[in-house]
């Protein structure tokens, strides 16, 4: 009996936590369990033929939003080809209208409701050994042999410490994401979100983290993600786990956290500030500024205190902050979501995702969509279309800044003149709107750009809005360029580099990866600087700077940038 597990993830880099936990918990059974995971960038027709060779007895799909519609493309032509192979179903996209579900996709047997470990376990019992009938195992919406839809029992969740750790070795990880769990279920009751439907909040026993911590600090994984919900609405569970990673710092994982930054304590703070840059990095969903769509979503959250918190996390310079908003909201119109952009960004976040709501099935916000006026893409991932409060062509233009702000400020590519960019407007959103809609009149949309183009995509762009200060752009832009990489080719804009070969010469060390650059602006307070007030102002005599290679930020990935003097007579200063 072979009973093959599926997982299609969004990316290569992803892995499935929901199927390596299901295999870990039917351990009487794995001999008989097998497990397999593709990306959706794989062709259809590719992991089709991947799953029949393999020869399942029984298939079972993890579905989410990312991947649901390419298992029932699959599950419907595997079903012509092996019909009878009971296929089976699991995972978020298909537990809250399983009936739907099976319904109109009549070539699978049934689906596994919520979670689904024990309900997985006692499936393996079924077809492997015939222990029990479909009927008497709770957490099943199934067929049956007359093809009437069965509903069994909901089924009692387990303790977080009946889990077994599901990672035996990290070989099949290499260059992936390994996720975590330290606990399930969300003490908030936000509606548009799936977490708090359920079974409340469990956590896993401190001394077990710290164990299964420990193997993946052994193992020195670069990355771990943690997916809990709201990490630290639990102050001794997160000071606990924290603690632990301090004291047990292998100088290389990093631990990947989403927090609720309102909640943080001045003891988790101070910790916080005391760990090794790039030890941890934390998710923090702001979602909304905007006070009555924050009390219409049930959403609970003190913004100052969030402000203050992530100001607090930023001035120590250790941890990498990612801030969250979501358009589309209730009761946020292009104006109100402008400034939501406009405050979230003045916390100037490493990362700030600008996402569109997803209308998921079984919650509250689905449920209500026709008194929100709610209009959702009729496929995965249910993405808003308009509301009461935004039209689709203000979706639009959300979706054009949203595309300039990961291009030109989460990249993290283009740092120092974004500084610079930001005195153009008064609020950045519009700033990124503008700048969308360049690339749109231009025709430069929808397509691939390398880093030199897009800097000169910029200076067009600047060219009309701001050509008073063009100078000054190309030289923060070949600054973005040199603190990023040691360019191959030498930017168009930058000045030829025999008018400082003797410095480069003085400074540059031969065989080591470093480059000088000259400067007519004052790039040093520039670089030092938060938020800017007023354009740098040109200077009586050259700055330069040196960019070593192999000393680079933890947080950013830059080089190391310092500024030196002008030599003089052949000497250093």
């Not at 298939?59 to 012509?80: D, G, Q, T």
């Not at 069994?152 to 969740?157: I, V």
Request: glycine fraction near 6%; proline fraction near 4%.
């Amino acid at each position: 009996m072979k009973i093959l597990l599926v997982a299609i993830n969004a990316k290569y880099i992803h892995s499935n936590l929901a199927v390596y936990s299901l295999k870990a918990y039917a351990a009487d059974y794995q001999e008989h369990v097998s497990l397999v995971e593709y990306t959706i960038n794989h062709r259809t027709e590719y992991i089709l033929q991947d799953i029949y060779k393999q020869k399942p007895d029984v298939l079972c799909f993890s579905c989410y939003i990312w991947n649901y519609r390419y298992v029932m493309e699959i599950a419907a032509e595997f079903h012509k080809v092996a019909p009878d192979v009971p296929i089976w179903a699991g995972g978020p996209e298909v537990s809250y209208d399983a009936p739907e579900f099976l319904a109109g996709c009549p070539m699978t047997k049934g689906v596994m409701v919520g979670e689904g470990e024990a309900t997985f376990r006692e499936l393996c019992g079924h077809y492997v050994n015939g222990v029990s009938g479909l009927s008497q195992i709770s957490g099943l919406v199934f067929r049956d042999a007359q093809g009437e839809i069965v509903r069994t029992p909901a089924r009692e969740t387990l303790s977080m410490d009946e889990l077994p750790f599901c990672y035996s070795d990290l070989e099949r990880f290499e260059n992936r994401i390994i996720y975590y769990e330290s606990s399930r279920g969300c003490p908030f009751s936000c509606s548009y979100c799936l977490s708090s439907v359920g079974h409340g909040l469990r956590f896993r026993s401190l001394g077990l983290v710290e164990k299964e911590l420990q193997f993946f600090l052994d193992h020195r994984a670069p990355q771990v993600k943690f997916v809990d919900r709201t990490f630290n609405c639990s102050h001794e569970h997160a000071l606990g786990i924290w603690r632990y990673l301090r004291e047990h710092d292998n100088g290389v994982t990093n631990f990947h956290f989403e927090i609720s930054a309102d909640l943080l304590t001045e003891e988790e703070l101070d910790l916080i500030a005391s760990l090794r840059p790039g030890l941890i990095q934390l998710e923090i969903g702001v979602q909304s500024t905007h006070g009555p769509t924050i009390r219409e979503i049930g959403r609970t959250m003190d913004l100052v205190r969030l402000e203050q918190a992530v100001a607090r996390v930023r001035q120590a310079g250790n941890v990498h902050q990612h801030l969250d908003l979501i358009a589309g909201l209730p009761g946020e119109g292009f104006a109100t979501f402008a400034e939501s952009f406009r405050r979230v960004y003045a916390m100037k976040p490493q990362q700030l995702q600008l996402g569109f709501l997803k209308v998921l099935k079984g919650s509250y916000i689905h449920e209500h969509r026709a008194e929100y006026g709610l209009v959702c893409r009729e496929y995965p991932p249910y993405e808003v279309m308009r509301t009461n409060w935004l039209s689709y062509e203000e979706i639009l233009k959300i979706k054009l800044a949203e595309e300039m702000l990961e291009v030109y400020y989460n990249s993290g590519q283009f740092g120092m003149t974004v500084k610079v960019l930001e005195l153009t407007e008064n609020n950045p959103f519009h700033l990124f709107l503008k700048l969308g809609e360049f690339y749109e009149r231009q025709g430069l949309l929808a397509m691939s750009h390398s880093r030199l183009r897009r800097c000169e995509i910029l200076l067009d762009y600047l060219g009309e809005e701001d050509p008073l200060h063009l100078g000054l752009y190309r030289e923060t832009l070949t600054f973005d360029l040199y603190h990023r990489e040691r360019m191959k080719s030498r930017p168009s804009w930058a000045p030829p580099l025999a008018e400082f070969r003797e410095q480069a010469r003085q400074y540059c060390e031969k065989g080591r990866p470093m480059h000088l650059e000259a400067f007519w602006h004052d790039m040093e307070s520039l670089q030092k600087a938060g938020t800017l007030t007023d354009y740098p102002q040109r200077l009586r005599s050259r700055q330069f700077f040196l960019f070593s290679y192999e000393e680079r930020d933890p947080l950013s990935g830059q080089a190391k940038a310092t500024r030196i003097e002008e030599a003089r007579d052949g000497q250093r200063s």
